[in-house]
């Protein structure tokens, strides 16, 4: 277990409604990054928070946003749901001050847009 | 652009046999390459990593093999089991808090 948790583990929306997504980070981590990850594929980087700021964004549209907390917890909140949002959010946490590199993942949240 | 191209998609071994991944990448600013495991409805766990100054890394079972002037690298799993069948991802970073940039799979299945 990497200590990094998410909730809900599973969610069901209709195609329109907003949805907010949960992480906290692994202890002494200061980093959050999400990922979407589509049924067959990698993981897709969404954004980055450090320092309760966005540290770099992926190829998605800004109906995708997110926060990040003073405790480091973060969450992710996705406007105007699309059909293709249906898909595995990771979110990911690190230490700036290790380098950022090792990023350990948690079990994800299973988004399924009807 | 696909950073990180990987194969086999899927790939099946005897028990007991050796499991073999590949990876390429493009961006020579890449300086880590860690590969992920994923079982079915769990995240992706860090398995074991490389940096370019080295051309092997061995952790129990599973080796890292890198070629910095062919920009690849590879898994290597000895002695296969059963409960090593899951997905198995490479990736690459490059310092500064940049993302990781993610192969798209192999889907390992250890047969007895």
């Known amino acids: 277990e990497t200590g990094v948790t998410q909730s809900p583990t599973h969610l069901i929306k209709t195609r329109g409604q907003q949805v907010t997504l949960r992480c906290s980070s692994q202890?002494?981590?200061?980093?959050v990054s999400w990922y979407q990850q589509a049924l067959g594929q990698g993981p897709q980087f969404i954004f980055q928070?450090?320092?309760?700021?966005?540290?770099g964004r992926g190829n998605f549209p800004p109906r995708f946003s997110g926060l990040q907390f003073p405790n480091y917890s973060s969450e992710l909140n996705v406007n105007a749901l699309e059909l293709d949002d249906s898909a595995l959010y990771l979110c990911?946490?690190?230490?700036?001050?290790?380098?950022?590199?090792?990023?350990?993942f948690g079990p994800g949240t299973r988004l399924l847009v009807l | 652009q696909q950073q990180v191209k990987q194969s086999p998609q899927s790939l099946i071994v005897q028990k007991g046999g050796i499991s073999i991944i590949n990876c390429a990448y493009e961006?020579?600013?890449?300086?880590?390459f860690p590969w992920y495991q994923q079982f079915p409805g769990k995240g992706p766990a860090l398995l074991i990593a490389?940096?370019?100054?080295?051309s092997e890394k061995k952790e129990g079972r599973f080796t890292i093999s890198f070629n910095k002037s062919a920009k690849q690298f590879s898994l290597h799993i000895m002695d296969s089991q059963p409960g090593d069948s899951a997905t198995y991802f490479c990736?690459?970073?490059?310092?500064?808090?940049?993302?990781?940039?993610f192969g798209k799979g192999t889907r390992l299945s250890v047969i007895a």
């Open positions: 202890s002494g981590h200061n980093t």
């Open positions: 490389i940096r370019p100054d080295v």
């Open positions: 961006n020579t600013a890449f300086d880590y």
């Open positions: 990736a690459a970073f490059y310092s500064g808090n940049t993302p990781l940039v």
């Open positions: 928070y450090y320092r309760e700021e966005e540290n």
């Open positions: 990911a946490s690190s230490s700036s001050s290790l380098g950022g590199e090792t990023q350990y």
